[in-house]
C-alpha cells in the first residue's frame, strides 16, 4: 500500500527562523515519485519539485531545499530565513512510476508571524 | 489564460440541489484531474480526461457524481441531489502530458462547495 505521512499538522514560527516540514512515506514499489505543492489561502495547490527514487540528490532553490533519504523513507522540506509569504499548508505526495494518481498527506499548515 | 481557472469560486446548495463546477484548463493541456479535497485534508482523486475521453473514474464516490469534456478542454463536474459529506473544495488540475506523468500538475484554485 501507499502512504504519506505529514507527522505535523500545524507550526508555527516566527519570521527569519528556519523550518523543516516532515514527510514519510511508504511504498513497496522501487521506481516512484515525490512531490511537495504549497497551498497559500487563495487556494490553488502550487508545484515546488519532483523527485524520483533513483535521484537522492539533496535539492536546494533559493530558501528552499530537500532532503530525500531512501533509508528512512523521508522527503523533508526546509524554509530557511522564514518570510510571512511562506504561511500556507504544505503537501507531500506521493506517485508510482505507471499511475497517475497522486497519494496526498494530510499537510502541514506553517504560520510564519512578523 | 496563464492557468487554470474554475468557476463559481464558492458555491452554496440546498441539501437535494443540482450543482455544477466548471474548469477551464490551461490551453493545450491533453490531461485533466478533479479532486475533492475536504477540511484539513490533502485531496483525493475523483477521476480523469484525457483529451475528451475519461479514463478513469475510480474515484468519484457515488453515481450523483458525474464528469464531462465533450470538446477535451473545459470540463464540468455534476452533483445530483447533493448531501452534506459533498461539502469539500472541488480542485481541477491538468497537465501537458499523458496522464500527468512526465510533468507536473497544474492547479486550479478550487470550488468550495458547502451543502446546507
Known amino acids: 500500500a501507499q502512504k504519506v505521512t505529514q507527522a505535523q499538522t500545524e507550526i508555527s514560527v516566527v519570521e527569519k527562523e528556519d523550518v523543516t516540514l516532515d514527510c514519510v512515506y511508504e511504498?513497496?514499489?522501487?521506481?516512484?515519485?515525490l512531490f511537495w505543492y504549497k497551498q497559500p489561502p487563495s487556494g490553488e495547490l502550487v508545484f515546488l519539485i519532483r523527485?524520483?527514487?533513483?535521484d537522492e540528490q539533496n535539492e536546494i532553490s533559493g530558501r528552499y531545499s530537500w532532503n530525500f533519504q531512501k533509508s528512512t523513507s523521508s522527503f523533508n522540506f526546509t524554509i530557511t530565513a522564514s518570510q510571512v509569504v511562506d504561511s500556507a499548508v504544505y503537501f507531500c505526495?506521493?506517485?508510482?512510476?505507471?499511475?497517475?494518481?497522486?497519494?496526498w498527506g494530510a499537510g502541514t499548515k506553517l504560520i510564519i508571524k512578523p | 489564460g496563464a492557468g487554470v481557472s474554475q468557476s463559481p469560486r464558492y458555491k452554496v446548495a440546498k441539501r437535494g440541489q443540482d450543482v455544477a463546477l466548471r474548469c477551464d484548463p490551461i490551453?493545450?493541456?491533453?490531461?485533466l484531474f478533479w479532486y475533492q479535497q475536504a477540511l484539513g485534508q490533502g485531496p483525493e482523486f475523483l477521476t480523469y480526461?484525457?483529451?475528451?475521453?475519461?479514463?478513469?473514474k475510480s474515484g468519484l464516490p457515488s453515481d450523483r457524481f458525474f464528469a464531462e469534456r465533450p470538446e477535451g478542454s473545459v470540463s464540468t463536474l455534476k452533483i445530483q441531489r447533493t448531501q452534506q459529506e459533498d461539502s469539500a473544495v472541488y480542485l481541477c488540475?491538468?497537465?501537458?502530458?499523458?496522464?500527468?506523468?512526465?510533468?507536473?500538475?497544474?492547479f486550479g484554485p478550487g470550488t468550495r462547495l458547502t451543502v446546507l
Open positions: 480526461f484525457q483529451n475528451e475521453a475519461q479514463l478513469d
Open positions: 523527485r524520483n527514487s533513483f
Open positions: 490551453s493545450g493541456h491533453v490531461s
Open positions: 488540475a491538468s497537465s501537458n502530458s499523458l496522464a500527468g506523468l512526465h510533468n507536473e500538475q497544474f
Open positions: 505526495a506521493l506517485r508510482r512510476h505507471s499511475n497517475y494518481q497522486l497519494i
Open positions: 511504498t513497496r514499489d522501487t521506481t516512484y515519485y
